[in-house]
Every structure is written in structure tokens, then in C-alpha cells.
């Protein structure tokens, strides 16, 4: 291996990856300044749509966040093991074991899977789904902010509602299943227990309030301004409530 390569150089590279205590605890991967990956929240097993670790049956995860603490870690299963998660010289974060036999590190999980794992690829409120043609789609009741952009595959745009909200009027909610929770600079986290009537009036109670969820982990949490990176799971994932007019909810109130 060249000495000089990037993968050998032991000084400080481009990317950190820490913990956000802000709100719904979550990992992020930073290149500089810039978001290049969210983990998600915790949802009791894993951090939002990433792999559940202790299924490779080699690490068991630990998160813990109460009043006083919020931390994230994870231990060998086999005490005899060998593993490390690392962030790489080209941002991917992996999960390494070392195999004696073959004398070099085994690879176990790389958290980004698909290019729904690049952060805010689908635009505001836009959802991912990688198992489809278009990965990107708008949620019923929104149309593409820029059509032809989005016709084209250039998705960073995002979506819009298709009727403006109107604090004035009566508003409803729908309901997205199986979901990364989306990312915001501006959410709000109720501890207490809550139920799901309970914290839809909560959010209704702020005309600013443009989604909700209730999680097990978290309590009721509560949205304000444009909802990014979301992405849809075939299992797993966890519900999120998107406030609208009720002449876009149709025959999908959840209420």
C-alpha cells in the first residue's frame, strides 16, 4: 500500500460523525459543514431505517436517553471478537470484525445501503423509496415543486402541498406509515405520556405545527418547517402524521 494514500493517513479528514442531541437523538455524518447522512431516531432497536445490529449476532447496541444522559454505544457479543466501527477516507461508516484465519478485517455492515441514504435526496417533504423505479415521490396530497426538474430525476426540489395550509380553516392529518422521521432544524419532543389524540392536539394547537408522531422511545414529537429525508421501509420504520387540508385527505383520515 502506497504510504501516502488517503486510506493510510492517520491525520483528521473531512468527516466527523457524532451524535445529535438536538430534539430526537440521532447520528449524523458531516463532510465539512455538510449533512451527508442522518441515522434517523432511535426507535428502541435501531437508529431510524439502519441496520438492526444485534441480528449479525456480533454487537449488541446500548442507547440510553433520559433527563440526564443521552449516549450510544455497543459491545461484542463473543468476547473473543474483534470489531470496530469506523468512518472511512470516503464517508462510508462500517461495521469491521477481524477474521483470524484470513488475517484481515470482514466488512458486516455498511450503514449506507442505496441512494435513498444521501441526505435530503428527495427534496422537502419528498419521500425515498429504493425498491421502485423513481426513488423519489411526493406524498398524496402534495405535488413536485418544480415538475420538470422532477420529471427529469432531479428530485432536490421537493414537493409542495397541493392546498396551502390555512390555520383558519379545519385541518386533518395523514397518516404515513413505516418511515425514517424526517429531519428539522425545528421539533419539538414531549417526554410525558401522551396519547396519539393527545398529540395531534398538540400540534393543532400551533399553526406552525406541520407533522407529528408518537414514538415509543421518545414520547410526541411535533414538526415545524419543511419535513427532509424521509424514507419508506418495507418493515420496520415508525408512523408520521403530515397536517393538510382535509380536501386533500380524501377518504384517508385517520381520525
Not at 228 to 251: C, N, T, V
Amino acid at each position: 500500500m502506497n504510504p501516502s494514500s488517503k486510506d493510510s493517513d492517520p491525520s483528521s479528514g473531512d468527516y466527523t460523525y457524532k451524535l445529535d442531541r438536538r430534539g430526537l437523538p440521532q447520528t449524523v455524518l458531516r463532510q465539512g459543514s455538510t449533512v451527508k447522512y442522518r441515522s434517523g431516531s432511535w426507535d428502541g432497536v435501531r437508529f431510524g431505517g439502519d441496520p438492526p445490529l444485534h441480528t449479525k449476532a456480533v454487537v449488541d447496541p446500548n442507547f440510553i436517553f433520559n433527563s440526564t444522559d443521552v449516549y450510544y454505544s455497543f459491545k461484542n457479543m463473543d468476547d473473543t471478537a474483534i470489531s470496530r466501527f469506523v468512518v472511512n477516507q470516503t464517508g462510508l461508516l462500517q461495521l469491521l470484525t477481524w477474521n483470524e484465519r484470513l488475517g484481515e478485517w470482514f466488512n458486516l455492515i455498511t450503514m449506507q445501503r442505496d441512494a435513498c441514504d444521501v441526505y435530503a435526496t428527495c427534496g422537502p417533504y419528498g419521500l425515498c423509496r429504493f425498491d421502485v423505479l423513481a426513488a423519489c415521490h411526493c406524498p398524496n396530497g402534495f405535488i413536485p415543486r418544480l415538475q420538470q426538474e422532477w420529471d427529469r430525476g432531479e428530485w432536490s426540489g421537493g414537493c409542495v402541498r397541493r392546498t396551502p395550509m390555512n390555520c383558519s380553516a379545519p385541518q386533518g392529518f395523514r397518516k404515513l406509515p413505516g418511515l425514517k422521521l424526517p429531519d428539522s432544524s425545528y421539533f419539538l419532543v414531549d417526554m410525558t405520556k401522551m396519547s396519539l389524540v393527545d398529540c395531534k392536539e398538540a400540534c393543532l394547537r400551533n399553526c406552525t405545527c406541520v407533522a407529528f408522531s408518537l414514538t415509543s422511545v421518545s414520547g410526541c414529537v411535533v414538526w415545524f418547517g419543511e419535513l427532509l429525508d424521509m424514507k419508506e421501509f418495507s418493515e420496520h420504520g415508525q408512523d408520521l402524521y403530515i397536517r393538510m387540508a382535509p380536501s386533500d385527505l380524501g377518504k384517508c383520515l385517520p381520525y
